[in-house]
């Protein structure tokens, strides 16, 4: 009775962690969402930072780190009239350390 009950347990929180994972790989399904958080990835920086190295629309981008801040991925802090993002979520320095063995590093 106990291993069914367990078994439970451990389905529902499969269930969760695929659910969490699959909205990730949603985000990282855009390549410009992608960029960003590759740009974030090497750093702290400001939206015309990550504009210039992203090479996205000041809009877009803005418009998707709103939605990234929202899923807590990234995080942001204001400096005076800047605002500086950076990765919130710990997982993602690893799933991005991992993307740099696999595809190279995302600087280039």
């Known amino acids: 009775m106990a291993e069914k009950k367990y078994g439970a347990v451990v389905g529902k929180k499969m269930a969760n962690n695929c659910l969490v994972a699959s909205k990730l790989f949603k985000t990282l399904s855009s390549p410009l969402r992608l960029k960003i958080l590759c740009v974030l990835f090497q750093g702290e920086k400001t939206v015309s930072q990550i504009e210039e190295e992203s090479e996205g629309s000041q809009s877009q981008i803005s418009q998707f780190l709103k939605r990234m801040e929202y899923e807590h991925l990234v995080a942001c802090r204001r400096d005076g009239k800047y605002i500086y993002y950076r990765l919130a979520d710990k997982?993602?320095?690893?799933?991005f350390e991992t993307l740099n063995r696999l595809f190279g590093p995302s600087e280039e």
Do not use: D
């Not at 997982?91 to 799933?95: A, E, N």
């Open 91 to 95: 997982k993602l320095f690893t799933l």
